[in-house]
């Protein structure tokens, strides 16, 4: 892998400087201006993403950059394949979007600096700097160091309103992460102390299958799961993302939530290319279908829309680890395992916009009712019908309905499922489906629904907010559109892949 | 058994006082108190690790004791952060603890 | 009683942190050894401390969420499982064990430094150390935002007024004016000697603590604008000089060959002075005074 030029390497470093400088803005020059600065940010942090990305598809290569130009296993690398460039993108675009829409809800204040605008943008441009560091980072410590960035930007998120129950699922959520990322330490500390370097490179030439490195990876593993709320570490999502307000749920559930399943990818496929276990691919395989399984059915008996909404993350994240049983043995070249990588991450991209869609829908439902409870929905369809729209187009990626990306996702798992002999995969994929039919169209049956009595609205919501909402759940359905075959972008940097045979 | 080795377990044992620690109380204070325990164990190791490495003149290597001085600072922003939520949990709810049930 | 047991945990925690501040001495790990006495007990003890003093009341309902015999056991039985585990994946650590210290040595020149640990902080992993201030940053932020919204732009902690009779104004008038040189020397030698800008800024956090606690300094509003630029100065630095590099010496945070040394310790002072700031502002919590008061 070639050193790359200073320019593609200035991109990687902006990709984390862009944010960490609108931060110290934000805080220095003071609170009225944190909103400007965060929206000046935003096209240049997305022009950047797309300079990435462009930069790994035109060179077919992974854009690699070596921090002070010491080289790892001294120094620390920041490596752009194309997973990262997607997730990066995908980040840059969610931003903006859920910036545009909370506009009005943290608006800059006109004389004296309030807390919740300066709080809440400046932990924006916090969650975005330290997802773009996540999806970049080539050193596992520092990936570490991104992680508890991150999870310091998202927790003060969750309590932005300062009520006792908020409150308590931040703390809740607090103490999970540190949970996860003490865990990962160790797991870190057992391969340094075994290979004498933490570049995942570096690590991938040296690592040889033994107790030590199962032993890291394991514990690397349950770190990460936590973080990502994977079954059975679930508890702490719930009330976290339903408490947060709607601009933070959405970006909570949308990418916050991706970034150690992105981090246990980077592990299996990157560190330990090749020394999974099919076993314990499975075990993975088989937390996911629970949490699918589980997500849904609870999600079905929810009261509180907010509520239903983050239990189907709970249920969506468990695709994601469907990937690992179909995906593990990549060198073998089975054809069907690049279906299963394209299915996994176009299914973690998808959900981040629809699922980013369903809760910003949410939230101004629950600003023109005055509630979010899901019996009182009754004539909001009439009221706010370009949200509800948003609100059903977000709900087709998450049912798997052709056009939208979570079709090609799931159609990608089903297939990978069939094609490997591991049917069970497939019946869960279709469950999952059948299920998340159920709570979408009970919310959409209610919102549809006329009310008895006219409806009153607590506020007016503005069609620019709701502009921006369907605009959102608009990129689920058109990645819709991507070809329903393994993704070439997302190759990128993937060398024992075999493209193809899959028609 | 020579000292590295008798500190490594020493850091083995305090992550599994930790742990115990964890699962034991459900009180959020005495949590954070146990994950410093953890933090502390893990950094033994580290601290073990490095030791391990003594080279070129060094009693130790220099790269495990840098990560620890930041993970030692890392830590401590945490505890500071949960005890400033705890705290103000306990100013809206009267108790200090998770428990949902009031 | 339970009330006592959680100030003795508290008590016994700042003791362990001093022991394992020994035990990092004998693992020839002074620099370590040094923050561990710092920050992990002394700083992080003060916060638990405060902590716990006013969460006292809370501990007698507490008591009865205590887990069943049988939880315990089961708890007992898988720690004892973990630590086995650990430690026999500790002893199975390879030998002759790697180590990046000969890389560290070779490059030592390079930096301008005297102290390795010192360079890995700030030359080689520089970016690590980067991002650390702004997560330090980010948690005071978030402690910040815990305050209600009419204590915005307030002051932290209660307000404590200086007995001018009192043992502890007595103490920190002697206490303070010493470990603030001391934390500047600490922070100053660690270019060549165990110490560096995390131990100095401990240090000079803690009297600042001292001094709010008795009285001779009033806790700073969260929205004066010399205290903002304060906490910023330091990542800001640190990224400007980083930037420069870009022209200076080709890549990001890369030191010219020439006076690498003058160019960290730039960074040094500004973050050294941020990350005491923060340090002080983390144990004093989120403003809960108006900003008239």
New interface residues.
């Given amino acids: 892998m070639p050193n790359s030029a200073t320019a593609g390497g200035f991109l990687l470093v902006l990709a984390i400087v862009l944010p960490v400088v609108g931060v110290l803005l934000s805080l220095a020059v003071g609170g009225r201006h944190a909103e400007r600065i965060a929206l000046t940010l935003m096209p240049a942090g997305l022009v950047v993403a797309v300079a990435i990305a462009a930069v790994v598809w035109r060179t077919h290569n992974v854009l690699q950059y070596f921090v002070g130009s010491w080289d790892p296993p001294l120094g620390v690398a920041f490596r752009a394949d194309g997973l990262s460039a997607a997730m990066i993108l995908t980040t840059a675009l969610l931003i903006c979007g859920i910036g545009l829409f909370a506009r009005a809800q943290f608006p800059s204040p006109r004389e004296v600096e309030t807390r919740a605008p300066l709080v809440f943008w400046t932990l924006l441009l916090a969650v975005w700097g330290a997802l773009n560091a996540v999806f970049i980072g080539g050193d596992l410590f520092n990936l570490y160091v991104a992680l508890e960035l991150l999870t310091f930007a998202a927790v003060p998120l969750v309590c932005l309103d300062g009520r006792a129950e908020t409150l308590a699922a931040a703390l809740r959520y607090l103490l999970f992460a540190l949970f996860g990322s003490i865990l990962y330490l160790l797991g870190a500390v057992l391969l340094y102390g075994a290979y004498g370097t933490l570049d995942i490179v570096l690590l991938s030439r040296s690592i040889r299958a033994g107790p030590v490195a199962w032993a890291a990876i394991s514990l690397m593993t349950a770190g990460l799961l936590a973080k990502a709320a994977l079954y059975p570490f679930h508890l702490w999502l719930p009330p976290a993302h339903a408490g947060a307000p709607a601009p933070a749920s959405a970006i909570l559930s949308g990418l916050v939530v991706k970034a150690p399943f992105f981090l246990v990818v980077r592990l299996w496929f990157d560190v330990m290319p090749g020394l999974a276990e099919r076993a314990a691919a499975q075990v993975l395989g088989i937390l996911g279908a629970t949490a699918i399984l589980f997500g849904s059915v609870v999600a079905l008996r929810q009261v509180r829309l907010k509520l239903l909404i983050a239990y189907s993350t709970v249920a969506q994240i468990g695709y994601l680890f469907l990937m690992f049983p179909l995906a593990v043995r990549l060198e073998t070249g089975h054809p069907w395992s690049t279906a299963a990588w394209t299915g996994g991450v176009l299914q973690a991209i998808s959900h981040a916009f629809a699922k980013a869609a369903m809760f910003m829908a949410a939230g101004l439902i629950a600003e023109a009712l005055g509630h979010d409870r899901i019996s009182g929905l009754a004539g909001i369809g009439r009221a706010l019908p370009i949200t509800v729209f948003a609100f059903a187009l977000a709900g087709l990626s998450l049912m798997g309905l052709p056009p939208s990306g979570g079709f090609v996702a799931k159609a990608m798992l089903l297939t990978a499922a069939v094609a490997a002999g591991q049917w069970w995969w497939a019946l869960v994929v279709l469950a999952g489906g059948l299920l998340a039919g159920g709570y979408v169209f009970l919310v959409l049956a209610r919102a549809l629904a006329d009310s008895y009595e006219p409806l009153t609205l607590f506020a007016t919501v503005s069609r620019r907010r709701q502009a921006v909402v369907v605009a959102v759940a608009l990129c689920a359905v058109l990645l819709g559109f991507v070809p329903l075959r393994p993704s070439e972008l997302l190759q990128i940097g993937r060398p024992d892949i075999v493209i193809g045979g899959l028609k | 058994m020579s000292a590295v080795t008798l500190y490594g377990l020493c850091g083995a044992i305090l992550v599994g006082m930790g742990l115990f620690g964890l699962i034991v109380h459900p009180e959020p204070l005495r949590k954070i108190l146990a994950f410093n325990l953890i933090g502390g164990g893990v950094f033994l190791l580290f601290g073990a690790v490095a030791r391990r490495g003594a080279a070129a003149g060094f009693g130790g290597d220099p790269v495990p004791q840098a990560l620890v001085i930041t993970g030692i600072v890392v830590a401590f922003s945490a505890t500071a952060l949960a005890v400033a939520l705890l705290l103000r949990l306990f100013q809206e709810i009267g108790r200090a603890t998770l428990r949902s049930d009031g | 009683m339970a009330a006592r047991d959680?100030f003795a945990?508290?008590v016994s925690?700042v003791a362990?942190?001093l022991l394992?501040a020994l035990?990092?001495v004998?693992?020839?790990?002074p620099?370590?050894a040094l923050?561990?006495a710092a920050?992990?007990s002394g700083?992080?003890g003060g916060?638990?401390l405060a902590?716990?003093t006013?969460?006292r009341r809370?501990e007698t309902?507490?008591a009865r969420?205590?887990?069943g015999a049988t939880?315990?056991l089961a708890?007992?039985i898988?720690?004892?499982l973990?630590?086995?585990?650990?430690?026999?994946?500790?002893?199975?650590?390879?030998e002759p064990?790697?180590?990046?210290?000969?890389?560290?040595?070779?490059?030592l020149a390079a930096t301008g430094l005297g102290n390795?640990?010192t360079?890995?902080?700030m030359?080689?992993?520089?970016?690590?150390?980067l991002?650390?201030t702004?997560?330090?940053?980010?948690?005071l932020?978030?402690?910040?935002?815990?305050?209600?919204?009419r204590f915005?732009?307030g002051s932290p902690g209660p307000r404590h007024h200086a007995d001018p009779d009192g043992v502890l104004t007595f103490v920190a008038q002697l206490l303070v004016p010493i470990g603030i040189l001391v934390g500047i020397h600490i922070f100053w030698v660690g270019s060549v000697a165990p110490g560096g800008e995390?131990q100095g800024a401990t240090i000079l956090a803690a009297m600042w603590i001292l001094a709010m606690m008795a009285g001779l300094v009033g806790a700073p509003s969260v929205?004066r604008?010399w205290l903002?630029?304060v906490?910023?100065a330091g990542?800001?630095v640190f990224?400007s000089i980083?930037?420069a590099?870009?022209a200076m010496?080709?890549?990001?945070?890369?030191?010219p060959e020439s006076h690498p040394k003058l160019l960290i310790l730039t960074i040094e002072v500004p973050v050294t002075l941020s990350?005491a700031t923060t340090?002080a502002l983390?144990?004093a919590?989120?403003p809960e005074r108006g900003a008239q008061q």
């Fill in positions: 959680t945990a508290v925690f362990y942190g394992l035990v990092w004998r693992l020839a790990a620099d370590v923050t561990e920050i992990g700083v992080t916060l638990l902590a716990s006013r969460l809370t309902p507490a969420e205590k887990p939880l315990r708890a007992a898988l720690c004892t973990a630590s086995a585990g650990l430690a026999a994946i500790v002893l199975l650590l390879p064990a790697p180590t990046l210290a000969p890389q560290a040595a070779a490059n390795p640990v360079a890995v902080l030359a080689y992993r520089a970016i690590d150390t991002l650390e702004v997560v330090l940053l980010l948690a932020v978030g402690t910040w935002s815990l305050a209600p919204d915005w732009g995390f929205s604008r903002r630029l906490l910023v990542p800001a990224i980083g930037l590099g870009f010496a080709s890549a990001f945070l890369a030191y990350i340090l983390l144990v919590g989120p």
